[in-house]
């Protein structure tokens, strides 16, 4: 069965401190592979979508990049991080748009 | 960019009450998807519309896609202690999935 493990789950940052949030799926090949982030009650925010190894499509300027270095390896980094950075990041996958799951979740906090 | 106008932005019902929250779109979806997020945890799917005016069931939950493929509902019956949480619309955007601003519920017991 299909699996994806995201982490780390929590983490607390200095405003220009970097970041690395990993993603990566199992039982899966070539699955769509998204980043969403969700401040504190609110929507979700598509923020990169990879259709494959190193294709990423970026939804909002921002100081964030990804990367995908594997087919089910999802990076989201940051080379300096902001105050409004803070939030709720979730990767997710699907196979060609159908159901989308996702992660647990990795909760970050810059202060 | 495409994205779906959900409403109510917040709703809190008694225990037992019917809940209802909506999802409009200016154009038509070739399908839409609903998910449900528990507090602190992250979005559930629940279920994907495809046919102009479909309706499912999901034991006490209904979803139900508009004629016109354009607006899409999801009711509670009774709701429950346990139906707490954010409900979310999405549609299908290229390769991508927008979501709506989602509908948070809240249930007194």
């Known amino acids: 069965s299909q699996t994806i493990h995201q982490w780390p789950a929590t983490l607390v940052q200095p405003v220009g401190s970097p970041l690395s949030l990993e993603c990566t799926v199992e039982g899966t090949s070539n699955p769509n592979l998204y980043w969403y982030r969700q401040a504190a009650g609110r929507g979700l925010q598509l923020l990169f979508y990879s259709v494959g190894i190193g294709q990423i499509s970026s939804e909002v300027p921002q100081n964030l990049s990804a990367s995908r270095p594997q087919d089910r390896q999802f990076i989201l980094s940051s080379k300096k991080l902001l105050l409004s950075d803070s939030g709720f990041y979730l990767c997710?996958?699907?196979?060609?748009?159908?159901?989308?799951?996702f992660g647990e979740g990795s909760r970050l906090t810059v202060l | 960019g495409q994205q779906v106008m959900q409403i109510p932005q917040y709703q809190h019902v008694q225990e037992g009450e019917d809940f209802t929250t909506y999802c409009n779109s200016s154009?038509?979806?070739?399908?839409i998807q609903w998910y449900k997020q528990r507090p602190g945890g992250h979005p559930v799917f629940l279920i994907q519309?495809?046919?102009?005016?479909e309706v499912k069931k999901q034991k006490r939950l209904t979803f139900q896609f508009g004629e016109a493929k354009k607006n899409s509902s999801l009711h509670i019956t009774a709701t429950q202690t346990t139906d707490v949480g954010t409900y979310f619309c999405?549609?299908?955007?290229?390769?991508?999935?927008?979501f709506g601003a989602g509908t948070i519920l809240r249930v007194k017991s």
């Open positions: 999405a549609e299908e955007y290229g390769n991508k999935l927008v």
């Open positions: 519309l495809v046919k102009s005016g």
């Open positions: 997710a996958w699907s196979v060609d748009l159908g159901e989308l799951f």
């Open positions: 154009t038509t979806l070739s399908n």
